[in-house]
C-alpha cells in the first residue's frame, strides 16, 4: 500500500493539462470542460518514457503503445511521442540516427520555407496574410492600407525585379494565403497561445510551406485544427511541420475534392455501410430522416473531433486512436512513400507492436481494407445516441441537435472502448 501511495502521489502526475494550454479568462466559461487527467500507472509518464528506450535509444515501442492505449501522454512529453506515433521516427533507430533525421530535415525545411519566402515575403515575417494579394489572373492586389500601392511585402521577389508573369503553380499558391490566415485567426482562439502574434504567424507560415508542398491538395479548411496542437506542443517550428505532414499523409484523402464531391465523402458512405451493418435499425431511421448520406457527421472526420472535446481532450482522443491504429512498418512505409502502413506479415512480432486496432485487422486479414478508428469512433458515438435519436430526431434538425449537446461531455477512452467493439462487431458480421 505505501508503494501504491507513493505511486500516486508521483509529482508528474499532479500537473492540470489545462494550465499546460492555459484558456482565456473570457472563454473559460463557454469552453467545453476537460476531463483528461494524467494517472499513474496508466498514462505514459516522462519517467516511463526514459525507461522505455535502452542506452543507444532505440524504443520499445510495444510498450509504448501499451502505456498509451491505456492512459494517454502526459503534457510534458505529447511532442516527442506524437512524432513516434506519426510514424516521423524508427522506434528502431538509435538517437544519433535520429538526430541525425532531425537535423537533414530541418535544413530541407529552411530550404522549403526559403522558396516560399522568395514567393511572398510575407513568409517568416511574423505576420498573417488575411486579404487577397493577387488575382486569380497573377495581377497583385493593392493594400487598402498603404499608398494606393500595391503590396510591396507580399509580392514575390522574382516579380518584384522582373515583373514577369508568374507561374500558374505559383498564382495557385498565392491564392491560399489569406484563406489560410483568415482560418489561423479563428483557430483556437480561446488558448492564451494564440494571444501572441508570433504563435499565429507560425501556425500560417506552415500551413503556408505545406500548401506549397501538397501541390495537389494545397490548403482546404480544416487543415489549421489539425495543425494547431502540433504547433503547439512541438518547440521548434521545422519539426512541427514534419509532423504535420505525417499527419496529413493519413486524412489528406479527406480533403482531396472534385467539382461536385469532397474525400471525405468516401468515409461517410463508409459509416453508412457500417452503422447499416451493426445497427440497422437506427441506421434505417436516419435513412427515413434524409440522413443516410452521415452529412452531419461531415465535420466529425473532417477535423477529428475538434468540435466535440476540448483542446486537451481532443489531443488524448487522437493519441489514443494512433496508438490503436499504429503499426510498426509505419515509418519504412511511409519513407518509401507507399501511402500505406500495412505489415505485409502476419509474424507475431509484428503484431505484438500493433495497437489493437491494426492487430484485429491483420488477424482478421483486412490488410487492404483501410477503414480509419475515427470512423468506428462517430458510430460509437452514434450508438451512445441511439435511444435519443430513435425517441426524438423527427427530423435532421433534431439529428444534428443531439449530437451539437455532445459538446465536452464525450469520454474519450469510452468512445475508443466502444469504437472497437463496433469494429469487431463490424468484423464478424462482414465475415458471417
Known sequence: MRLLA????????????????????????????????????????????????????????????????????????????????????????????????????????????????????????????????????????????????????????????????????????????????????????????????????????????????????GYCQGMSDLCSPISIILEHEADAFWCFERLMHRVRRNFQSTSTSIGVRAQLTTLSTIMKSVDPKLHEHLENLDGGEYLFAFRMLMVLFRREFSFVDTMYLWELMWSMEYNPNLFSMLESDTGTSKATTMDESVLRQCGKFERKNLQADKKDEEIPLSVFVVASVLEARNKKLLGEAKGLDDVVKILNEITGSLDAKKACREALQIHEKYLNTVKA
Open 6 to 217: 507513493c505511486c500516486y502521489n508521483d509529482p508528474e502526475m499532479q500537473i492540470d493539462p489545462d494550465t499546460v494550454y492555459p484558456i482565456r479568462p473570457d472563454c473559460r466559461l463557454d469552453a467545453p470542460k476537460t476531463r483528461f487527467k494524467p494517472r499513474a500507472g496508466l498514462t505514459l509518464s516522462p519517467k516511463r518514457w526514459k525507461l522505455l528506450h535502452n542506452e543507444e535509444g532505440v524504443l520499445d515501442i510495444a510498450g509504448v503503445i501499451k502505456r498509451v492505449q491505456r492512459g494517454g501522454i502526459h503534457p510534458t512529453i505529447k511532442g516527442e511521442v506524437w512524432e513516434f506515433l506519426l510514424g516521423c521516427y524508427d522506434p528502431k533507430s538509435t538517437t544519433e540516427q535520429r538526430n541525425q533525421l532531425r537535423q537533414q530535415r530541418r535544413l530541407e525545411y529552411e530550404k522549403l520555407k526559403t522558396k516560399c519566402r522568395e514567393m511572398d515575403t510575407t513568409v517568416g515575417s511574423g505576420r498573417v496574410i488575411t486579404m487577397p494579394v493577387i488575382t486569380e489572373d497573377g495581377q497583385p492586389i493593392a493594400d487598402p492600407n498603404a499608398d494606393g500601392g500595391a503590396r510591396p511585402s507580399s509580392v514575390g521577389s522574382e516579380q518584384q525585379t522582373t515583373g514577369a508573369p508568374l507561374p500558374k503553380e505559383v498564382i495557385q499558391w498565392k491564392l491560399t494565403l489569406h484563406q489560410i490566415g483568415l482560418d489561423v485567426n479563428r483557430t483556437d482562439r480561446v488558448l492564451v497561445y494564440y494571444e501572441s502574434q508570433e504563435n499565429l504567424a507560425r501556425l500560417w507560415d506552415i500551413l503556408s510551406v505545406y500548401s506549397w508542398v501538397d501541390k495537389d491538395i
